[in-house]
């Protein structure tokens, strides 16, 4: 069912999976799809093909289903005070996820922790992705008394310890309210963003953030109308 084409290739969905079909009547699994009987939505965009319903979403890149956007940690990093020359304050710190090839997670919720005196700050626990394509995660840390998070570390995905005794230097943390595309019942792509229809709440359209179409951000990236949208 859902059978859809961009003109040069057509898809369609079967018993929980995503098939691409060819000119002479073959047809190829490209990945499991928990669609059951839903309508599968489709979009393009350069080489790759977005497909959402109201219980699965992906991505199909170079023939395969891949995953559409990286789960947000669902904890903030646990801290303690230790040893260090950061200036007695508070400090807030978040966790992202980030993939093989380079692309990062929204942000975990803050955690926060008051230095009494000089010191620094030590994580023990950070979260631990379920999703096979992170391998790695990063810690932000503020500046004393700040509100900005800085890059202090980028760790291997299982690690769960990090030091932090001076002041951040690294890059600004920029997925700060980001969140992956939600499911939806339809798309569209339009001036560098994809439009989804929400599955749970059709009277909401979401976009992605400007040519980054894993990323909504959850407090601004949507329009809320008086009627379902079809």
């Excluded at 190829?28 to 979403?57: H, L, M, P, W």
């Excluded at 903030?76 to 978040?94: D, E, F, Q």
């Excluded at 943390?173 to 059709?202: E, K, M, Q, S």
């Amino acid at each position: 069912h859902s059978m859809w084409s961009d003109g040069a290739a057509s898809y369609y969905a079967r018993n929980n999976a995503l098939y691409r079909f060819y000119e002479n009547g073959v047809s190829t699994s490209i990945g499991a799809f928990q669609c059951g009987t839903n309508r599968v939505a489709f979009t393009k965009v350069d080489a790759e093909v977005y497909a959402t319903c109201s219980t699965a979403k992906t991505a199909i890149r170079n023939g395969a289903a891949v995953l559409w956007g990286i789960s947000v940690p669902t904890i903030p990093p646990t801290l303690a005070s230790t040893t260090g020359i950061l200036p007695a304050g508070t400090y807030h710190a978040a966790v992202t996820y980030l993939t093989a090839d380079g692309r990062e997670s929204g942000a975990s919720a803050l955690a926060q922790i008051v230095l009494a005196s000089t010191g620094g700050v030590t994580t023990t626990a950070l979260p631990v992705s379920g999703e096979a394509s992170v391998t790695k995660k990063r810690l932000y840390l503020s500046n004393t008394d700040g509100e900005m998070l800085y890059m202090v570390a980028e760790v291997s995905a299982a690690s769960q310890f990090v030091t932090v005794s001076t002041l951040p230097s690294g890059p600004e943390l920029r997925t700060a309210y980001l969140v992956p595309p939600p499911l939806g019942v339809a798309l569209a792509h339009f001036n560098g963003r994809i439009f989804i229809v929400d599955a749970a709440d059709p009277t909401v359209v979401w976009f992605t953030e400007a040519t980054d179409y894993g990323h909504v951000n959850i407090r601004k990236n949507f329009y809320k109308f008086g009627a379902d949208v079809t």
